[in-house]
């Protein structure tokens, strides 16, 4: 017997049909001999139009109410989840977040879960109850409802799974797992069996949206071992038991797997940064601390930077990316510091992709930025800007050679599905 936590997302809770068969599928891991939890979200669009009511009521809304409102698409599908399950001969209860209790700041709409407190929760799935969480909820120190932010149902899957010990926590989605990269743009993409909580980390970080980021930080933290795999599932597919979805483990578990393993794991596109730079900035101290600085007080997320080396008159060129979102307000910024930060020029392009291959394996191994920079020049693709991690290099290019760009560095290193 295991424990283990099922985790739904929206498509899969939309409507009382679609409940039916995530309920048949729940009644089939109980009949395996295993505790059950079930985590689930909202059904698919509803927590979008709940967000719209209250910019329609206030558009300058209290987070509090706004987590009010926006909490209730999971009670509803928790409640209907354990109705579906009781039709079914199962015994099951829904836990609200205030119930379990799952305790958070008091961030609201943002909020971080604290501590959840396992014991009625475990003797009542002790007992053969199906314990069902609403997803995105929690409840704040001063006892008022508290959401997660958005996509935060696969945060609560993650830390239930946490609390209760469960031996492993299924997201249950529209995929059937992790891909090398996006299906759409390489059809020989190849499902991954195992990624690392790193790996799962700056792919999530860098646009692939299988898991909310930090669902992946809490399983790295807390060790929770966490399956991928789709809920559009025939009575014949494989149990999950059998882990036909992408497993995310640890660098150690992955070792001990021996699985045949290329030097990259996988490769992501991010169409959602724009490129700014500054001419002429004065080549002195302080004068990069004077550009990053207020836009870090902004809460604007600047990712790749380069500063060129000064030219004989002391003055450099200063780039930079920052989200397509906060593009307006960071050149707005930076426009009305222009002397105080002594720039001639600002210049912004918002038509970039960021393009990273992703992969333990090039820890212990040199040359895969070289590749990468190779394969692209031989396409005649021009690259922007470079950064990289110990296990990630990521380059900027001009977003129209995206699809050709990851098409390419797919094939080089070796992702390319035989046949
Ligand atoms: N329903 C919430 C959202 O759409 C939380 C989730 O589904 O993960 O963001
Ligand atoms: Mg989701």
């Known amino acids: 017997m295991a424990r283990i936590v099922m985790k739904f997302g929206g498509t899969s809770m939309a409507g009382t049909e679609r409940i039916r068969r995530v309920a048949g599928i729940v009644k089939r891991q109980q009949e395996a001999g295993h505790e059950v939890a079930v985590v689930v979200s909202a059904m698919a669009g509803e927590t979008d139009r709940l967000v719209n009511f209250c910019r329609e009521a ?59 407190d396992p014991e009625g929760v475990l003797a009542s799935m002790a007992s053969g109850e199906i314990a069902v969480f609403p997803g995105f909820q929690g409840v704040s120190p001063d006892g008022r409802v508290t959401t997660l932010g958005r996509g935060g149902s696969d945060t609560s899957a993650v830390a239930v799974a946490a609390a209760i010990g469960a031996d492993r926590c ?16 390489v059809a020989k993409a190849q499902k991954l069996p195992l990624v690392t909580y790193e790996e799962m980390l700056e792919l999530a970080s860098v646009g692939s949206k299988v898991l909310q980021t930090r669902s992946v930080s809490l399983a790295m933290k807390e060790n929770v071992r966490v399956q991928v795999l789709s809920s559009f599932i025939d009575e014949n597919a494989p149990s999950a038991d059998d882990l036909p979805g992408t ?86 910024m930076l426009e009305e510091r222009k002397e105080q930060i002594g720039f001639y020029r600002l210049i912004s392009n918002d ?10 394996g090039m820890r212990s191994h040199a040359g895969v930025a070289a590749t990468m920079f190779k394969t692209l020049a031989d396409r005649g693709i021009n690259i922007q800007a470079i950064t990289t991690s110990e296990i990630k290099v990521s380059v900027l290019i001009d977003a129209d050679e995206t699809e050709l760009a990851v098409r390419v560095l797919h094939s080089a290193y070796g992702l390319d599905a035989k046949g």
């Open 247 to 332: 497993m995310i483990v640890s660098d150690e578990e992955l070792e001990e797997s021996d699985m045949e393993r290329q030097l990259i794991t996988g490769i992501a596109a991010d169409k959602n940064e724009a490129k700014v730079t500054l001419t002429r900035v004065p080549d002195r101290p302080g004068a990069v601390a004077s550009i990053f600085t207020p836009l870090a007080e902004a809460n604007i997320n600047v990712d790749m930077i380069i500063q060129n080396v000064a030219k004989e008159k002391g003055e450099t060129d200063v780039t930079f990316t920052a989200p397509m979102a906060d593009l307006a307000r960071t050149l707005a």
């Open 170 to 185: 299924d997201i249950y989605t529209d995929v059937d797992g992790v891909y090398t990269t996006d299906p759409r743009i």
């Open 351 to 360: 038509s970039v992709a960021k393009i990273s291959v992703v992969g333990v």
């Open 58 to 116: 206030n558009a300058l809304y209290d987070p509090a109410e706004y987590d009010v409102v926006v909490s209730s698409g999971e009670q509803v599908t928790s409640g209907l989840l354990a109705l579906t399950l009781q039709s079914m001969g199962c015994k099951a209860r829904s836990w609200l977040g205030w119930q379990a209790p799952i305790k958070t700041d008091d961030a609201h709409a943002k909020a971080r879960i604290e501590d959840i």
